[in-house]
């Protein structure tokens, strides 16, 4: 029984995912490549630039995001979601995509590092110090610790619980202040834009994406901060490898690390 | 409604003898029988595939796991305030939509069906522009020390949003179903308003009430979009089961997939309970 079902599903699968190769290979021969690159929710604004840039570059080229988490996008992948190029916002997902033999174990290069700061609404100003990330009554909203920039933010508040100024209750008083743990990183710069939470900690990258007018950034000192080390790869089943291999040089490239900048990032080969 | 469909039923159970009867109406009905098939299929596979993958143990493990159980509680107390806000608030409109007629009232109706088109993270959105701390009435209830979002009433706002037009419709046309002359002569014998409703049209309507209620309640469960952006997440206080899928979708997937599973059949048993106690009631009613 559960054999016969599971044979329905897959010969259904097989029907669904031939309908789509065709659907591909007639678009192709029109003289138009589609490179598909996932990328993580962070990438966005960066990587639509490149996207474009890379699409002026390459004539009948035509360059396809998909943003999500970088979790999400690794289990699209696995369960057959097409791809060409991926960014993740961490190397945790990045060792996921190799164990499930989507991407090549040399694959990865790191391509830019990004690094966390404390976020607060600009009118509203309850939290204007690290310290007041502890204080009782301010509100706090974190990413999920499912979400590689929750991940990094419980390692900041025991990075941070060693600093005898903050006190080694520090991260327990924080995580006393939380209303919320948002799925996303960019849910928790909108709460904060939109001034429901006193202070979020996010990446530099989406601080810089904030309106300025209503969003002000307090810096995380180094010695607490963590850095978030991006790794891209081309997907091993790639149709179409040299395509893929061009991007990934171009993310690189001078002008490529110089967008990833604009957008808040810290190109690699920099030290922090 | 339902009370015809039951008589269709026996009418032609007694048409034909059990045995040979039976197979010439399977026969009969062969052709429609086929072309209902794929949509069934389409729905009831994926559920499978879902249960399927989720074995026993691994749910009866997870059930005594603290942020599983704290979500299942939160879930269930959240989704039976919601029904009960709904019934309380939503059965007077759907009494004046049913009964009466005044101007704006197409406006009304169709105000009425747009939570069901609204996708709900714009619920979400909406809900934060309203009660949220810089909100048109949020600003107001902050003043008075009233803050909505990240809170359970957050979650039940965002569910009564999105969930409360499946009661108040169905409960419309269950009451616009009763004849109107049996309230009229309730009302020529002196009973009030709300003695009218309880002895005459409550008792006729009260399938199509219930199964809207049923509805609304199902929909309240499964909220998701609207309840993450208005209310955050935070285990105890605003995760419910949808929100801890979410996330559990993004550790691992058996973690998802085993509350999915526990949703499904949660969901499945009650509203197979609730329809079975509605039908028992009303072929009781039909004896007596």
């Known amino acids: 029984m559960c054999s016969q079902l599971r044979y329905l599903l897959l010969s259904a699968l097989l029907v669904l995912t031939l309908g789509c190769g065709t659907g591909g290979i007639g678009s192709s021969s029109s003289g138009s490549q589609t490179l598909t690159v996932f990328a993580a929710a962070s990438l966005t604004g960066a990587f639509t630039q490149i996207g474009k840039e890379f699409e002026a570059a390459h004539q ?13 996008l690794v289990e699209q992948m696995h369960q057959g979601a097409p791809a060409d190029v991926f960014a993740s916002a961490d190397e945790k997902n990045m060792q996921k995509a190799i164990d499930y033999g989507l991407v090549e174990k040399d694959s990865p290069r790191t391509f830019v590092r990004n690094h966390l700061v404390v976020v607060t609404p600009r009118d509203d100003q309850k939290v204007r110090s690290l310290e007041d990330l502890s204080a009782p009554g301010a509100k706090v909203v974190l990413a999920s610790q499912e979400v590689p920039v929750g991940n990094y933010t419980m390692q900041f508040l025991d990075l941070a619980s060693r600093d005898p100024q903050l006190g080694n209750d520090f991260k327990q008083k924080v995580l006393a202040n939380v209303v919320s743990y948002e799925d996303n990183v960019k849910a928790v710069l909108q709460k904060v834009t939109l001034g429901e939470a006193d202070a979020g900690v996010v990446y530099s990258s989406d601080a810089a994406t904030a309106p300025r007018d209503k969003v002000s950034t307090i810096e995380i000192p180094d010695a607490y901060n963590v850095t978030a080390s991006y790794p891209i790869a081309i997907i091993k089943n790639s149709k179409q490898g040299d395509l893929a291999r061009q991007y990934v040089e171009f993310v690189l490239s001078a002008r490529g690390q110089t967008i990833l900048k604009q957008y808040g990032f810290i190109p690699v080969g920099k030290a922090k | 409604m339902m009370q015809t469909q039951v008589e269709e039923i026996s009418t032609s159970e007694v048409a034909y003898t059990p045995s040979a009867g039976r197979r010439t109406r399977y026969l009969r009905h062969l052709g429609l029988i086929i072309a209902s098939a794929p949509m069934v299929l389409f729905l009831a596979i994926p559920m499978i595939a879902l249960v399927a993958q989720a074995p026993l143990e691994e749910i009866i493990a997870r059930l005594t796991d603290r942020q599983v159980s704290m979500a299942i509680a939160l879930s269930v107390y959240t989704t039976i305030t919601t029904t009960c806000v709904t019934v309380a608030l939503g ?8 009964r009466y007629r005044f101007r704006g009232k ?10 069901l088109v609204l996708p709900p993270s714009a619920a979400g959105i909406a809900l934060l522009l309203t009660f949220g701390r810089h909100g048109i009435l949020g600003e107001r209830l902050a003043d008075l020390g009233l803050q909505i979002p990240f809170t359970p009433l957050a979650v039940v706002l965002a569910q009564t949003f999105v969930s409360a037009p499946f009661y108040i419709r169905a409960t419309m046309n269950g009451i616009a179903s009763v004849d109107s002359s ?8 002196g ?5 009218l409703f309880w002895n005459i049209t409550f008792p006729l309507a009260r399938v199509a009430m219930i199964s809207g209620a049923i509805m609304t309640w199902a929909r309240a469960l499964g909220e998701f979009g609207a309840t993450i952006i208005f209310a955050g997440n935070f285990p105890g206080r605003t995760q419910t089961i949808p929100i801890a899928i979410y996330l559990g979708f993004n550790i691992n997937l058996e973690s998802a997939v085993v509350l999915s599973s526990i949703l499904l059949c949660a969901s499945f048993g009650v509203i197979m309970i609730v329809k079975w106690a509605l039908k028992q009631s009303v072929t009781r009613a039909d004896i007596y």
């Open chain 2, 91 to 98: 059965t007077p409109l759907a009494y004046l939509m049913a």
């Open chain 2, 106 to 115: 197409k406006m009304l109706d169709t105000l009425i069906d747009l939570p």
């Open chain 2, 191 to 195: 009973a009030g308003t709300l003695r």
């Open chain 1, 60 to 72: 009948g080229v035509k360059v396809v995001n998909s943003f999500a988490g970088s979790q999400d």
């Open chain 2, 182 to 189: 049996l309230e009229e002569a309730g009302m020529v014998d």
